[in-house]
Each structure stands twice: as C-alpha cells, then as structure tokens.
C-alpha cells in the first residue's frame, strides 16, 4: 500500500487560510468516507484533527475544515496562527482492511 | 481522562522479539477497537495493526504481517503487540491509539533494533 500524497510544506502568514491536499486513490480515499488529519508538533504525539472527512473530535478548534473530492481529500486552517505551525498527516482507510498514511505536510507560519 | 501508556520498548538484536504493552484508562477498554502505529525517526506515521473490541478480529500491515501479534486483555484493559523475527527496519516509536480514528495516543515507546 503506497503513502498517500500530500504537498512537502504549505506556508501562509497569520489570519490567512491555507489547504492541505491528500491524494490516494479508488482503493482508499476514492472508496470510503474514512479520512482522518492529524497534526504533530516535534516532540510530540499526532493529535487527531478531523475524522471521517469532515468531522472535528471535540475540542479541536473550527478554525480546521475537511472535505473530499473523488481521490483527494483536504484540510483547510482558516484563520492561522502561530501555534499551527506543525506537521500533518492525513490518513485513509484501505480496502485491504488497513490504514495508510500520507507523506506529511510542515506547515509554517510566516 | 483518557490514558494511554505504553511500555516493553528497548534494544533488541536482528532476529529478536519484544512484547509491546498498552494500559489504558479514563474509557470503557472492551467498547473500542484499538491500534498500533509507529514512526521511525524524522519519517512519518505508519499504521501497524488493529484489533476489534472483542479481540476476534485483527488487521495487519503487510510490512509485519506474520512477524507481529497484537492481542488484548480486556480484564486488564491492556493491549499487546508482540514482535517477532525484528528487523532494522522496524526500529521507531510505537504508539497505542484508541479506535479505527486514532483518536487518542499514548506517549510512545522506543523499539531500536540493532546489533
């Protein structure tokens, strides 16, 4: 099972917005509504963000978005601040009964 | 609060096994499917395996498939990964997490696999 695709780094100032895409295909991301974003700062374990495309676990500010389109999911962070700044993760469900991770986003904030 | 905390990280040989432990707290253990995922060093998270709340059904990454059993004590609100014929390549932190989502982890333990 290969890595999900997603951009090396995305970088915006504060108060921008910025998207993250996630790019898998019709075994994984195309075929179910099971993508899940995580964000890591260094150090630290990954944090979930958004679960099943769009949802927010409680807790996680609604600064954070997700939505899908056919092969490709996205995270949004409306809004950014300095305490974004982190690596992202996104994840999908596989129609081998398993999970795959993406490559990784760093996210700085400028 | 939930808690999760692994322990049985360490040094082992190439060819070598581990037993990896997670003792959670703060949920009802025996409601939630849970997972494992590691990462190697400066790379990204890998997922490793899960197991469903009763135990009965477990799913494998094809990198471990047939070298690590993961279980769970559910008397003892534990989850297992015992790691077998290790490789250099398996060396990371390895993480519990809780249900398919991740929607909690725990800290970490270091497995380093080196002669």
């Known amino acids: 099972q290969s890595a999900l695709t997603q951009p090396a780094s995305v970088s915006g100032s504060p108060g921008q917005s910025i998207t993250i895409s996630c790019t898998g295909t019709s075994s994984d991301v195309g075929a179910y509504n099971y993508v899940s974003w995580y964000q890591q700062h260094p150090g630290k374990a990954p944090k979930l963000m958004i679960y099943?495309?769009?949802n927010r676990p409680s807790g996680v500010s609604n600064r954070f978005s997700g939505s899908k389109s056919v092969n490709t999911a996205s995270l949004t962070i409306s809004g950014l601040q300095a305490e974004d700044e982190a690596d992202y993760y996104c994840?999908?469900?596989?129609?081998?009964?398993?999970?795959?991770f993406g490559t990784g986003t760093k996210v700085t904030v400028l | 609060e939930v808690q999760l905390l692994e322990s049985g990280g360490g040094l082992a040989q190439p060819g070598g096994s581990l037993r990896l432990s997670c003792a959670a707290s703060?949920?009802?253990?025996?409601?939630?499917?849970m997972s494992w995922v590691r990462q190697a060093p400066g790379k990204g998270p890998e997922w490793v395996s899960a197991i469903s709340n009763s135990g009965s059904s477990t799913y494998y990454a094809d990198s471990v498939k047939g070298r690590f059993t993961i279980s769970r004590d559910n008397s003892k609100n534990t989850l297992y990964l015992q790691m077998n014929s290790l490789r250099a390549d398996d060396t990371a932190a390895y993480y519990c997490?809780?249900?398919?989502?991740?929607?909690?982890w725990g800290q970490g333990t270091l497995v380093t696999v080196s002669s």
């Open positions: 997490a809780k249900k398919w989502e991740l929607d909690y």
């Open positions: 099943d495309v769009s």
């Open positions: 703060g949920f009802t253990f025996s409601t939630y499917a």
């Open positions: 994840s999908s469900y596989t129609s081998s009964s398993t999970y795959v």
